[in-house]
């Protein structure tokens, strides 16, 4: 259904704006923003504050039928790095079938480029402080923080990669911080991992001028690239048709990210653009949801179940 790509591959993906109307065709009938919000949206268990701002809150998701301690997956959102563009609640959906599988999501916000606050180095501080209240906050919900697993969605992708890449900012960096918190695997959907070929890229969804807001110029400790090896293994979910992320951003991180020495795997799903990255059902977000389960050693009992009908 799926293929997981030689890294020598590359193709480049058709130019689109991030909007609520991504175009349908007879030969691609591509999802659109609202096919996912148009669905009953579950709610989260709990929010948590790491800020005074209204984007630096986390959602709680928790499992209702398992003991703790639960593994977790820590969410990010895409949206281009733009509070206007999209906030947390655009993960809802995943989240609420993350915790139907028995694992918890912690589903954090940020202050985007458009925002007070935001851009270097506030949109990567307020990804730090959420991922870090993990630890300090995950006792009151008998989360796991042995066990996390970062799951991003487009510019999500990229700033759960630089979550995992932490540990290896440089020691001027005003970003870097004591002992943040371990990410044990990365699973990026339609991410943009490298600032700097997002920049040169035109035909990128979120366009170039959003990297400028984002880093200041600074590529040293915000672009993933710059930080390889992240020691930690990494699954890029990208969909055939997605129009918004070309998909040369994927093959060219995958093939430096491994030259480096990480262990990197891209899957590329066909038939697929950028909402069904984050639509449950979709074949994109099944193998995500497998490859993030799988890393949390979590049963995938829905997949299995569908075998066995098979």
Known sequence: MFARLPLALAAAAL???WSPAMSRTAASPLLTWDDLTKRARPKADATVAFGPDQMQKVDVWLPRDRRGPHPVVLMVHG?????????????DWIAGDL?????????IDYRGVDRAGGGYPGTF?????????????GGRFDLDTHRVVAVGHSAGGHLALWLAARPRLPA?????TRDPLPIAHVVSLGGLPDLEATAASPDNGCGTDVVGKLTGGRFADTSVPRLLPLGVPQDLVNGREDRIIPLRLATDYAARATKAGDRTTLHLVP?????ELVTPGTAAWKEAKRLALAALGVPDHARDAAAQRD
Do not use: F
């Not at 949206?79 to 993960?91: F, H, K, N």
């Not at 501080?125 to 906050?137: F, G, K, V």
């Open 15 to 17: 130019l689109a704006a």
């Open 79 to 91: 949206g281009c790095w733009q509070t206007s563009i999209a906030d947390r609640s655009l993960m």
């Open 99 to 107: 915790r139907a599988a028995g694992v918890a999501v912690w589903n």
């Open 125 to 137: 501080a307020d990804a730090a402080a959420a991922a870090d209240l993990l630890r300090r906050e």
């Open 172 to 176: 001027d960096s005003p970003l870097r």
């Open 271 to 275: 038939a697929t653009g950028h909402v």
